[in-house]
């Protein structure tokens, strides 16, 4: 398996476009996730047990609407939701969503992460103009990560308090190996630490100049010790450059699970909104099941990794630079 080289945030392979958001003052944003084109294929896992989401159940396999016209990472917490609008606006401004005879109706599944505190203010969030402008400015090409969009106002690893916590962000990532390829976006807000790949905290709650891992001191003293609350969430997107039906596509965002469980402990927690949605193309060559969800598994580890090793500290959070 080869990875696509450092700076290689490049969806082109995958005919997919990202664009964000951001409201820095706030500290919160959004992230549309859409085909650079023409609609994806889609499905979803769910992980967490503190979701904010809409229109998963159209990602269900047996489903009638066969098709995703975007996703929308978005911060604000339920009230982000809002930033959908803007996506079908200008979908629907390009005639693209599920035809309805007199028009189009744009499938745009959403999901969102809990960033009203401690960074920015808590009447700070993403609206449907900034869904609008996220989606518009969607690119394929040259695509920022870190403290951007969806990822502005995230924190990770808060079991000992806001001011113990370490930055979180938006990270990206793609492997290939030989003819295929998967790609991936992770928003990462975890209550838990982010791993690297020898399992060592590289991202997570700090007591004094140390991390001692969010695992120990819920062991240690439970969540009657610890800083809790349903302000958290991993939100991702997975893609793979073949066709797949929604059932083996489902399976594609449940097997990514197994990446969220190594590089985010504890993840799918019950203070976590972790959600995985999975695009693939509705035309073109037909993808390997098991080989997409190898592939899957290890850009969203890296995506995962990504999303704070670029992440940048402010309003006294530091990123991994302290």
């Known amino acids: 398996m080869t990875r696509v080289p450092e700076g290689g945030a490049d969806l082109r392979r995958f005919g997919i476009a990202v664009g964000h958001a951001t409201d820095a003052d706030g500290a919160t944003g959004c992230t549309v996730v859409r085909g650079e084109s023409m609609a994806m294929r889609g499905a979803c896992a769910v992980f967490g047990r503190a979701t904010g989401t809409r229109e998963l159940a159209l990602l269900e396999p047996g489903h009638l609407v066969d098709r995703v016209d975007a996703i929308v990472l978005s911060g604000g917490s339920a009230y982000g939701l809002a930033a959908a609008d803007g996506v079908m606006r200008w979908m629907e401004e390009q005639s ?18 809990f960033d009203l505190q401690p960074l920015g203010r808590f009447t700070a969030r993403p609206t449907s103009a900034m869904g609008y402008e996220a989606c518009a400015t969607a690119t394929t090409n040259g695509i920022a990560e870190g403290c951007v969009g969806a990822g502005t106002g995230l924190t990770v690893g808060k079991a000992l308090g806001p001011s113990s916590c370490v930055k979180g962000g938006v990270g990206i990532a793609t492997v290939h190996a030989g003819s295929a390829g998967a790609a991936a976006i992770a928003a990462v807000n975890a209550f838990g630490d982010v ?34 609350g349903a302000h958290n969430t991993t939100v991702a997107v997975v893609i793979v450059d073949g066709v797949l039906d929604k059932l083996a596509l489902q399976g594609v965002a449940r097997a990514a699970g197994a990446a969220l469980h190594r590089r985010v402990r504890p993840a799918g927690s019950l203070v976590d909104g972790d959600v995985i949605f999975a695009l693939a193309p509705l035309t073109g060559s037909a993808a390997d099941p098991v080989r997409a969800e190898m592939l899957a598994v290890s850009a969203l580890e890296q995506a995962i990794e990504r999303a704070v090793r670029t992440a940048v500290g402010r309003d006294g959070v530091p990123g991994l630079g302290g």
Do not use: H, K, N, Y
């Open 96 to 113: 693209r969503g599920f035809p309805v005879g007199a028009g189009v109706v744009p499938i745009v599944p959403a999901a969102v992460l």
């Open 195 to 228: 791993c690297d790949d020898q399992g060592r905290v590289i991202a997570g709650a700090r007591r004094g100049a140390s991390m001692p891992g969010t695992e120990q001191v819920l062991a240690e003293q439970g969540m009657a010790g610890a800083f809790g």
